[in-house]
Structures are given as C-alpha cells and as structure tokens.
C-alpha cells in the first residue's frame, strides 16, 4: 500500500495520447517572423536624419540669381586721402604731449611697510 | 701638435661664457611691459606674504612657543626677501624710465642712475643677509636695516622721478620745436595767398609764445630740482609737477596750434 502511494504522482493518471491521433492532427504552420521592433526604429532614424541632411543642404543652397547689368555704369566712390606728412607729424606728437601730463606718474614709489619688526612680544 | 689641440681647446671653453654671456644679455634686453609685469608679480608676492607674516606672528604673540616663533621667523623672512625683490624691480623700472628719457640732462641722470645703482647694491646685500638669517635677532636687525633706509630710497625715488617729469617736458618741448620749424618752412613754400600766409605766420608767432611758456616752466622747475638734490626733503616731485603745470597747458595748446596751422 505505501509503495502504491509512493509511486503515484500526479501525471500518474494522465492516460498517455494514442500515437494515431497524434499523427492525425494538423501540423502547425510556421507563422511568418517580423522584424524586431527596435531595427525598424533605427531604421526609421537613420532614414530621418538623411531626410533631414538633405533638406538642410536645399534649404541652405543660394537662390540662383540673374543679375540685371544696368545701363548705367556706377560712379567712381570718393578714396579716402592718406594723410599728410605735416598731419602724421603733428599726429605723432600726441603721445609725447600726453607723456608730460605732470599729474601721472607712471612709476610711484612702491606701497611696502617699511617699518615691519618683530619684536619680543610683550608678557601678558 | 696634440698640445696645441688641448691648448685651443682650453681658450675656446675658457672664451665660451664670455662670448655666450654677452649674447645672452643682449637678447635678454627687457622691456617697460616685461619689468612692469615683475614688479606687479613681486608686488603681489609680497602682499600675500606680508598677510602671512601677520598672522603668525600674531599667532607667535599669543602662543609664545619656539615653534611658533620659527615659523613667525621663516614668515618674516619671506617677507624680507619679497620687500626686497620689489624695491630691486621698483628701481629697475625708474632706471629704465631715465635711460630711454631723451629730454633729461645727461650729466644728471648720470648722477640719478650711479646713486640708485648704489642703493641697488645695498638692497642686493641686505637681501643676502636676510636670507641666512635663521633666528629672530637676526631677522629683526634686516627688518631695522630697511627701516633705516627708507628715507634715502624714497629720496632717490623723488630724484628720479623729477628728473623724469622734467625731461618728459623738454622732450615735448624738443618735439613741438621740430615739427613747427617744418610747418613753417611749408608755409613758406605753399601756393596759398599772401592773406592766408600772413595768417598763417601769427599762428605761428603765437605758438612760440606758447613754447617759451614751456621753457620758462621747464627753467623753473629745473632750478628747483638742482636745489632739491643737496636738501634732504624726499617729497619734491610735487612742487615740480606744480611748477610744470602751466607748461603743459602750453604743451597742450601748442599741439592744437600746430594742428590748426596745417589746416
């Protein structure tokens, strides 16, 4: 009786399938793989970016552009005149003039303690 | 033959330092910008350093130990020596201001130049002493020792400076001179009307009144500088710039005179 028990398990009353009726049912038909979700998202990206490079590179190029040639032909512009020599002379006095302002003084003596000690502490 | 080659040999490594020294001075010529931004840097210095000294010798007062004291020392020390490499680029910088001076009267500056190089030199010993000296006696005698000198180096830095100020002016002076003789001379040469011309020639007449304006201030504070150097007042710079004063007004007025002129 105990080894009755101990060699029943719980499939031990599942009836086994008959090999006729196994061979019988319809086999399954592989169903088509799709592709992972993820290659189509890089896909979709890779294909967006060079959307987008693309439009860039169209917005960016110049408007091809005729250019009318008017009748007239332009005036000559007025050249600015190199200055003298009695106006460059007269203008490189100027830093010798301001180099005798007697109000700057370009090397004031230097802002030290001349007067640091070190003397014996007092007691307290 | 083979002593001759050891003898060359011998001259050539004896000759080397002379020969690559003097090109080393030569290239190594400084600049106002390059000893200007020493002098900042050591400025610097010792302001950070004379903060430090601050607080360990207070720390030195309170405590009275021998650590703290050595390390009050060491700070003063420091300090000592940063002082020191400020007054030696501080009169770098004036020497180098009166050397490329143009106006200032050689024999002068000569005398300027010798006495601040003399001072250089003490600074350069005292700088030598303080930094062997370990203990407190002896850092606190280099501290004595500069405050000693104060007077006779703020006296050679009012010399200097005055000096300076003054040739700055004759240098303005000497230029205003040279560029009214040439406008002058294209006055004289110019197809412009005889009105014009005549014009012209007071304007002229008028900047030379300025320009003995400028002489007369130039001689004033001249004269005030040769009595300065045997007193031993060191704050004469001001009484020269106020005595320079209405020559650069004159300065300043020739320089609009002259532009008017080549108008």
Known sequence: MREELLNQTEFSQVVPKDPAVVQASVPVQPTQQKPPLKIILILAFVVGLLLLAVASVLIRQPKKTVQRVG?????????????????????????????????????????????????????? | MKRLIVLAAILALGLAPFVFGNTRVLAQQPSRDSLLATYRKNLDDYRRLEDQYTVAYRQYANLRTLASQEEAVQALRSVLLARADVLLTYYDLLSFALETNAGADASKKTLVLQTIKTLQDDLRSHRNRSEIATDRVKADEEAVYIQSQEKRMRLAADQAMSLDLIGRHVAALTAIDLVKKEVDQSIEASAMSETQKIEKRRGSEELGRSMQAISAAITA???????????????????????????????????????????
């Open chain 2, 221 to 263: 504070a001249t004269s005030y500088y040769d009595k300065s150097v045997t007193s031993s007042s060191s704050d004469n710079l001001n009484t020269i710039a106020s005595l320079l004063s209405p020559g650069y007004i004159q300065i300043l007025r020739s320089h609009e005179y002259l532009q008017e002129l080549i108008k």
């Open chain 1, 71 to 124: 009748t007239q032909t332009p005036l000559p512009t007025a050249v600015a005149t190199p200055p003298s020599h009695l106006q460059e002379i007269v203008n490189n006095l100027e830093p010798v003039v301001k180099n005798a302002d007697p109000l700057t003084n370009p090397n004031p003596f230097p802002p030290l303690d001349l007067r640091i000690r070190m003397t014996e502490p007092k007691e307290k």
